[in-house]
Structures are given as C-alpha cells and as structure tokens.
C-alpha cells in the first residue's frame, strides 16, 4: 500500500483514494443523457465519511454543485475553498439566513411557512437561491402536489421577497429496485406537477430528482416524453454513495456491471495489530466470554473498535481482512479480536491490516448486507478520531 505520509505513530487510518473518486465521477457520468446539465455531487455528512473538504476539492473542476445537510457543513466547505454553489438538503434554522444569502449557500424550501420564515429573516439588500422541494411519495419533507391548493401556495412562495426560487426536486424512495412500480408513480406526480408549475408561469432554472441509483436508469428521458411541449429546466443529476464506489443495491451493482463497468471503492479502513497470541480449546474471548474456542486458535488484537467506527454488531459474525478471518469476541471501544487461525498469510505484531476495502478481500457493501444495514452507515460510522489519509488523483 502506498500512503501519502508517514503512519508510523497511527493505530488506525482510513485511507481514501481521490483518484478513485474522479473515476466513479466520470462513470457516473457515462450514464448520463447528453442533454445533462450537470452534476449536484452529495458530500454531506463529510462526504459519508471521506472527507467533505478534501473530496469536494477534487470534484469542484468536474461538478456544478454540491449537497450538504446542514448550514455548518456547507460554511466549512467555503471555509475550505470551495466556491461552487451548495445546496442544503434539510431545513436549516432561519437565523442563518442571512449568512446563507452572504455565503451563497442555496435553502432547500418544503413548505409556504418556511419560505416565509425565510423572506422576514432577511434583509432588504439579501437575494437567498432557494429550491422548491416536491414531496412525491418520500414522506418526509416539501410541498404535497397532490394538495388542492399547490399551486396557490407555490405561488405565494415564489413571490416572496429576497428569494430567488432557483430549482426543484424532489427525492425517490426506491429507485434502487429496478423492479420497483413506486419509482414510476413518483416521477410521473413530479413531472405533472412541473407541468401545472409551469402552465401557471411558474418556472425554474434546474429540476432534479436522481439520486445514485436513478442517475443509472435514463429516467428522465422516459418520463419527459409523457410531458411534451415544454422546457422544465435544466437537469441536474444528485449522485451520492457511487462517488464513494458503494452501490445501492445488487440491482444497480449488476445493471453497471451489465455495461462493463464497475465502481472503485474509496476507502480502506486499517488498523494496527497490538497482540498476536494463542488460546487453547475451551478458553475465552473479550467482554461476556461470548466467544469459547473450539478449538486452539491464534487471535490477533486489532487497534480498532466501536468508538473508530466499527459497529458492535460485527462480533462473533463477520470476517474482516479475508474471509477466513473471523471477528470473535465482542468488539470493545478501542479493539477487536480476529481469529486469524487459518490465515495463508497472517500478520505480524505491528502490522497493519486492511480491515475492509481495497487491499483486502472483504468489502463494505458486503460487510453491510452480512449485518443487516447499509454501506452508507458503515462509512459514516469511522469516526474523527481515525485519521484520513488521501492519495490524490492523478
């Protein structure tokens, strides 16, 4: 493994391959109609893990937005340079509206009250970019096109001062099920709804709805020729976990695959080996001695626990490193057990071991389906205190 700096003095380290993340970029990309406008890359929650700052940098010549949770993610990434526009997700508290409109961080606005939460915030010299959020079936936030009044309060919305109602989208629920028929309810609710906008003179720059899965499928070109004879605005496409070489599920992992294609993961998260020892049959492992050896085992002591990222509900029921190599025991705060016994090529004290990613055979969209979660979770689970260590693109 080639690292950017010395990790003599590390227990742990994530290590995120930049170059990795351009080619997941461009083959995001080759899915893309032509007539795409662009790229909303999703780095918040600090870019699931990766590194907001350092991921957003190296997208920022590729891309014409970001997407982040939250007011503060969005200033630090301007604290870092960053100077594409950013478009905030969730409902961000009014008393930053101000600083929004200086920053030039674009609001998302799923409701009249909000809008108008918004607009008194602001001075009279302020201009907020807003986007209008459509709530199609997501159930979570935006305006229900569905409502006899939608377009009474949309027009109430737009025509607030010191908003400048930019886009709109909305968010699907489960495009990631190829098979799924909600997806297409969902689409043809916004298209119409776009439609109604646009007939009452109410018209955006941008509309998006794809997220990772849907930046796969072509859906906005299925879905627009049921909508002819008017211009929505430009598409802006809303990847997140493929950026970061995750799929979204099995169905979209084997359509990219149909193509001859194939996302490279980002991360790898190793740790170091503290101890190699051996127990005998009948002896324990850890807190709760929820592991008894069956037999004499070596177990390696590795420098990562629940507090680096590693999820507790590994113990006693994954391999880490290589499938031969099982979690036993339970994970604690600051280490975990391997039972390295039938390792081909087992480490040393001292060494570090690539736990899941590239450089070992176990990846986390794996990991993640063996415990019964997401690699969205895995990847936001490595903690702060486990340090990034990035190989740039070339």
């Known amino acids: 493994m080639k690292l950017s700096e010395n ?22 990309r080759s899915f893309l109609p032509d007539a795409a406008s662009g790229i909303c890359a999703v780095v918040k929650a600090d870019a699931y893990g990766h590194g907001a700052a350092e991921c957003a940098r190296a997208l920022e010549p590729y891309v014409d937005y970001f997407a982040c949770a939250d007011f503060y993610e969005a200033a630090a990434l301007r604290e870092n340079g960053i100077y594409s526009p950013i478009l905030l997700l969730g409902v961000t508290p009014v008393s930053h509206a101000r600083a929004m409109a200086t920053l030039g961080i674009t609001q998302t606005v799923p409701s009249l009250e909000y809008a108008r939460e918004l607009s008194e915030a602001l001075s009279q010299e302020d ?36 908003l400048d109602f930019e886009g709109v989208f909305t968010h699907l629920a489960d495009a990631d099920d190829l098979f799924s028929e909600f997806t297409g309810v969902q689409l043809s609710m916004f298209y119409s709804a776009l439609s109604s906008l646009w007939k009452a003179g109410i018209k955006f720059k941008y509309r998006h709805f794809a997220n990772s899965a849907a930046c796969c499928r072509h859906l906005s070109e299925m879905y627009e020729h049921n909508f002819p004879g ?17 799929y979204p599920s099995a169905d979209i992992k084997a359509l990219v695959e149909r193509a001859d294609c194939s996302l490279k993961p980002v991360m ?19 807190y709760n001695r929820t592991f008894c050896a069956r037999r004499d085992s070596r177990i390696a002591v590795i420098a990562a626990g629940y507090a680096d990222g590693i999820p507790r509900a590994f113990s006693n029921r994954v391999s880490l490193i290589s499938p031969e190599c099982r979690v036993t025991g339970n994970v604690c705060m600051d280490m975990l057990f391997l039972d390295i016994t039938d390792m081909k090529s087992p480490p040393n004290e001292g060494d570090f071991v690539t736990l899941f990613g590239p450089g070992s055979d176990i990846s986390a969209d794996r990991l993640s389906y063996e415990c019964g979660t997401i690699s969205y979770e895995l990847f936001c689970r490595v903690s702060a205190r486990v340090k990034r260590i990035y190989t740039p693109a070339t």
């Open 127 to 162: 201009i907020l970019k807003v986007h209008l959020k459509l709530d199609t079936g997501m159930s979570r936030l935006g305006f229900l096109p569905s409502a006899e009044n939608f377009i009474s309060l949309v027009s109430s919305a737009v025509s607030l001062k010191n």
């Open 268 to 286: 790898s998260l190793c740790a170091r080996v503290v101890r190699i020892h051996e127990i005998k049959s009948g002896e324990s492992v850890g």
């Open 230 to 246: 008017a211009s929505y605005g430009s598409l802006l496409f809303r990847p997140g976990i493929m950026l970061y070489g995750s």
């Open 7 to 28: 990790i003599s003095d590390l227990r742990n380290f994530a290590q995120i391959d930049l170059g990795a993340l351009i080619h997941n970029y461009k083959l995001i």
